[in-house]
T-cell receptor, first 112, second 114 residues
Framework: GENVEQHPSTLSVQEGDSAVIKCTYSDSASNYFPWYKQELGKGPQLIIDIRSNVGEKKDQRIAVTLNKTAKHFSLHITETQPEDSAVYFCAADGGSQGNLIFGKGTKLSVKP | KAGVTQTPRYLIKTRGQQVTLSCSPISGHRSVSWYQQTPGQGLQFLFEYFSETQRNKGNFPGRFSGRQFSNSRSEMNVSTLELGDSALYLC?????????????FGNGTRLTVT
């Protein structure tokens, strides 16, 4: 079945710097790759997603890139702000499994 | 539109007891998925319901079960609770489910088993 690996597990940056989180997946049949942000005491919230027919997608300070050949995708956050501090999860649809498989999460800390 | 609502927010139960958690999806969403979140294992898929039918099941013992009603509301039940069942249980709804459409999560039910 699908397996999603996420790195790093923790990331600390200065306000204004960029942050990059990387994920790899194993099932070449996967076509949908969302990213979620989870703040303390809340459920994960979708921040951006990408499908396999697109290589890159941008939404203001957030971008996601996908390399289907290498089976990896990344989240890029530019001009980070303290409110970006949270746990970020990548996910991939399970191909034949039919459900989202999540990475273990990255705790991002943005220092003012 | 109202978001996904999970009740209760917190539960404390004793080993051996059973528990029922409730989830009301976003209006118009027919798919409801349940995930267990723990610090060590991350988000693990329990099951998905679509139009009152279980469409998908994760690798959890039979003590974990669920159902979906005609109004798309869903419940999950855990019987014979074990200490290891302590976790945040998250419900998520989507328009069509099956892993290839956005999931909208509730804020979870925090279950503590003592």
């Amino acid at each position: 079945g699908e397996n999603v690996e996420q790195h790093p597990s923790t990331l600390s940056v200065q306000e204004g710097d960029s942050a990059v989180i990387k994920c790899t997946y194993s099932d070449s049949a996967s076509n949908y790759f969302p990213w979620y942000k989870q703040e303390l005491g809340k459920g994960p919230q979708l921040i951006i997603d990408i499908r396999s027919n697109v290589g890159e997608k941008k939404d203001q300070r957030i971008a996601v890139t996908l390399n289907k050949t290498a089976k990896h995708f990344s989240l890029h956050i530019t001009e980070t702000q303290p409110e970006d501090s949270a746990v970020y999860f990548c996910a991939a649809d399970g191909g034949s499994q039919g459900n989202l498989i999540f990475g273990k999460g990255t705790k991002l800390s943005v220092k003012p | 539109k109202a978001g996904v609502t999970q009740t209760p927010r917190y539960l404390i139960k004793t080993r051996g007891q059973q528990v029922t958690l409730s989830c009301s999806p976003i209006s118009g969403h027919r798919s409801v998925s349940w995930y267990q979140q723990t610090p060590g294992q991350g988000l693990q898929f329990l099951f998905e319901y679509f139009s009152e039918t279980q469409r998908n099941k994760g690798n959890f013992p039979g003590r974990f079960s669920g159902r979906q009603f005609s109004n798309s509301r869903s419940e999950m039940n855990v019987s014979t609770l074990e200490l290891g069942d302590s976790a945040l249980y998250l419900c998520a709804s989507s328009v069509q489910g099956s892993g290839d459409s956005p999931l909208h999560f509730g804020n979870g039910t925090r279950l503590t088993v003592t």
